[in-house]
């Protein structure tokens, strides 16, 4: 059997870490099993669906290197769920309920108060068609919700009624159904919430495993009776754990924090926040990835963390920082060419200055200073003043090359006795106006003698 998984975001706003880890678990998986990946865009709520929010999606994921093999939207969809639905009400499975959302708090209060666990009775059941016709003639639409199977004759005398499944990270999972209310599947507006819809999908594309965070576990059990309702199969099912803020909050994506659109901007690598988002939570080294296929072997469902997952942006900060070390020249030499350095130059400054890069946009700072034109700062007593003539003078001629640097300090050494922090250190505001950096070595050539000069003045 092909394995077939899908990642089911709804376009309502940016797609965050959290996010990510879902999309990334489900498509490492479907990878490793050469089958397919699908996805799905959850767009039912037409108030708060918005494209652009799928078009950033799309992007967000294939900056990434997640390249679904499918794309649908539930919005092309309606009339498979409108199908389901009549099948649903024609089984006397899905029924309307009138109640409002106070009246319905109100009941959840007074079971509240009585120590009971706020289930709905079911009270819509009771209602004679010409009680329903009355409601209706008030200006009442009623909702739907889908009549769950944890009953024998009576559906007013619920009973325990286990649904067992082996959860593909968290291992054998229950749930009792007499424990839930009858989900609302219809809105008064005739929409569809995401429960009947994405049942419909999953059996209509084939999805064979299912890979979500965990506060889906429950939705799981009455997905699972709707499967059977509709005589479909069901899928497997796996949850894992979720992402929070380092102070313990969820994340958002209507807030934006975290989002992957903010993270590409600031100019993270997109290996780091995917080694990152899939890693963390997970026994073992959090370390950076070389690609999607050195994180898909890393990726062991066994090794996930049943508790909640803290994202350390510092960790991330680390990674990153970890991986542009490692980068070769052609990995960013496009990313040079936009800082204004020559291409023919590329590679050595690159191997220069890379070192000192925490993303590639800071070799845009160390291009200023190495090929720019710039003023570095005055002496800062008589006696740097003194120590950069001397270095000026003993400059050696000709064409600046590879042994310049050496041959220059060993003479400035001689002339005055400075050696190691007091040599380097002056030597390296003259020419760059920092006291840190990369080795002044490699970065002689690509700053000139003409440049070097007139710093050095």
């Known amino acids: 059997m092909t394995a077939i998984l899908r990642f089911a975001p709804s376009p309502t706003g940016r797609l965050h870490i959290g996010n990510l880890r879902t999309a990334l678990f489900n498509w490492l998986f479907a990878v490793r099993e050469e089958g397919s990946f699908i996805l799905r865009f959850d767009d039912t709520d037409r108030e708060r669906s918005k494209r652009e929010f799928a078009d950033l999606i799309a992007t967000d994921l294939a900056w990434i290197g997640i390249s679904p093999h499918k794309t649908i939207r539930q919005s092309d969809r309606i009339p498979l769920y409108d199908a389901a639905a009549e099948k649903l009400k024609a089984a006397g499975l899905l029924y309307p309920c009138y109640e409002t959302p106070d009246e319905l708090d109100r009941k959840r209060k007074r079971l509240a108060a009585r120590g009971l666990p706020p289930v709905y009775g079911r009270e819509a059941l009771r209602l004679s068609h010409a009680e329903r016709a009355a409601l209706e003639a008030e200006g ?55 429960t009947l819809p994405s049942v419909v999908d999953d059996a209509e594309t084939g999805v064979t495993h299912v890979i979500r965070g965990d506060d889906h576990v429950t939705n799981t059990a009455v997905q699972a009776a709707i499967f059977s309702a509709l005589a479909a199969s069901v899928p497997r099912f796996g949850h894992h754990n979720l992402l929070t803020t380092v102070g313990g909050e969820g994340l958002s994506k209507r807030s934006g924090a975290l989002s992957l659109e903010t993270l590409r901007e600031e100019g993270y690598e997109p290996m780091a926040v995917a080694s990152l988002a899939v890693l963390v939570g997970m026994s073992g080294s959090i370390e950076p990835m070389a690609d999607l296929g050195a994180l898909g072997a890393r990726l062991d469902f066994a090794a996930v963390s049943p508790s909640a997952s803290k994202f350390d942006p510092a960790e991330l900060d680390r990674l990153n920082r970890e991986i542009v ?133």
């Open 325 to 457: 070390h490692g980068l070769p020249c052609e990995a960013v030499r496009g990313r040079l060419a936009a800082m204004g350095g020559r291409d023919e130059d590329a590679e050595t400054f690159w191997q220069a200055v890379r070192a000192n890069c925490d993303k590639v946009a800071d070799a845009k700072g160390w291009a200023e200073i190495v090929f720019g034109d710039m003023v570095v700062p005055a002496p800062e007593d008589a006696a740097e003043a003194a120590f950069r003539a001397a270095a000026l003078r003993l400059l050696p001629d000709g064409e600046i090359g590879p042994e310049t640097f050496r041959t220059w300090t060993a003479a400035i050494k001689a002339e005055t006795g400075a050696k190691g922090k007091a040599l380097f250190l002056p030597l390296r505001r003259a020419i760059t106006g920092l006291d840190h950096g990369p080795e002044l070595g490699p970065l002689l050539p690509l700053i000139g003698r003409e440049r070097l000069l007139r710093r050095l003045i």
């Open 140 to 194: 009442r639409r009623p909702h739907w919700r889908f009549l769950l199977p944890n009953f024998g004759a009576d559906p007013f005398a619920p009973q325990r009624t286990d649904i067992v499944f082996d959860d593909l990270i968290r291992g054998e999972t229950v749930i009792d159904l007499a424990s839930l209310s009858d989900p609302v599947l219809i809105r008064e507006d005739g929409s569809y919430l995401y």
